[in-house]
């Protein structure tokens, strides 16, 4: 029997891990719950999903504008066995999902003191089996996991700076900005360091964060001092046996993260996600055998999906291995490495 999955808020992250639970043939949606009945809930009952309000004022909203919907939230959750929040930060489900007796999974705008689990398939996918909340880490955390992990494991990783080169806001977004400024974020370290400890618990790295006017990718620049001597086909090597990572090249043409969203375009995924992490292959360089420094771009309305499919296959106790979660995961959504 396929697991039974609800949706709790169908925006950005919500709509996507919707679509990637439908390709899968050990999962199902049971249901959408969304506050306002805009064009993403006329999508969503367009899409054949059913539609559910996520309160009883968002009821009344749904009522007026006569979209039609089975009921609340509540009734949702009765007919689910796992929800996923998508919800803003800090919504507060935690109790409800509870009340209900359903597993759940959060995403990056949540604290990882809210599950004491951050997740990660390449990771801690055994950890996370069978668990009942999972919280899978930020857009950007889970970038940096991808390619770090990888280090970590085949050469050791003495300490990460990772300068990171945040998009504004997302591509549907016309209020938030900046529009005509970089903004850096002066805490130090920025929450990425800590939050990629939350799953890669003794490495060292400090993160540094910059907003600039773009909404289509990240763009991390990072310095590595590993453990062991690498030349950079060495490392190119490990990360193209790793999962998720998608090399690209400066030399054919793919200068910025414009060039990469173009390929996404290019390779006919749904909403033209790139679910990897992209790598500049001529980008990684190797100083004195030790100190590797690279760049990568986080497609950051898509990585985390995959993310979430293997969350919910561990947590349902789908599949044992993590490897063949991340296999199966892959197929259904067109990643081939
Ligand atoms: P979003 O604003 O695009 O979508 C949020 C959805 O939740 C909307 O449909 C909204 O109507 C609904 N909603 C708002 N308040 C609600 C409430 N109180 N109860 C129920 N539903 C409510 O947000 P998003 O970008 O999809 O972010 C969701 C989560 O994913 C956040 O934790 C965010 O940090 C995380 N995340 C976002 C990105 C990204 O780049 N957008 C990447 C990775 C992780």
Not at 6 to 28: F, L, P
Not at 122 to 148: K, M, Q
Request: some cysteine; overall charge neutral; hydrophobic content about 35%.
């Amino acid at each position: 029997m396929p697991a039974k999955v609800a949706i709790n808020g169908y925006g950005t992250i919500g709509k996507r891990v919707a679509d990637a639970v439908i390709k899968q043939d050990d999962m199902k949606i049971v249901g959408v719950a969304k506050t306002k009945p805009n064009y993403e809930a006329k999508m969503a009952l367009a899409k054949g999903y059913a539609l559910y309000a996520s309160n009883k004022d968002s009821l009344a909203k749904f009522d007026k504008a006569g979209v039609k919907v089975r009921g609340t939230l509540d009734d949702l959750l009765k007919e689910c066995e796992i929800v996923i929040d998508c919800t803003p930060e800090e919504s507060g489900y935690k109790p409800v999902y509870e009340k209900a007796n359903i597993k759940g999974i959060w995403q990056g705008g949540e604290e990882h003191s809210l599950t004491n689990l951050s997740f990660n398939a390449a990771v801690n996918y055994s950890e996370c089996y069978g668990a009942s909340y999972v919280r899978v880490p930020s857009c950007n955390t889970t970038g940096l996991i991808r390619t770090l992990h990888p280090l970590e494991s085949s050469f050791g990783i003495e300490s990460v700076l990772a300068v990171m080169v945040r998009r504004a806001t997302d591509p549907y977004d016309s209020k938030k900005g900046p529009i005509n400024a970089i903004e850096p974020e002066l805490e130090m370290p920025s929450h990425h360091g800590p939050d990629v400890q939350s799953v890669l618990k003794s490495l060292n790295i400090h993160t540094i964060a910059v907003k600039v006017p773009t909404t289509i990718m990240h763009l991390h620049a990072i310095s590595v001092k590993l453990k062991r001597t690498a030349t950079p086909k060495d490392v190119l090597d490990v990360w193209s046996r790793s999962p998720r990572i998608k090399f690209v090249r400066g030399e054919d043409g793919v200068k910025s993260t414009a060039q990469i969203m173009e390929v996404a375009r290019d390779m006919s995924r749904n909403r033209s996600d790139l679910y990897e992490i992209a790598v500049w292959e001529d980008g990684v360089h190797v100083v004195n055998d030790k100190q590797l420094y690279y760049f990568q771009a986080v497609h950051q309305e898509s990585d985390v999906v995959p993310e979430n499919i293997d969350a919910i296959r561990a947590m349902m106790k789908l599949e044992k291995d993590g490897k063949k979660s991340i296999e199966k995961t892959d197929k259904a959504l067109g990643i081939t490495g």
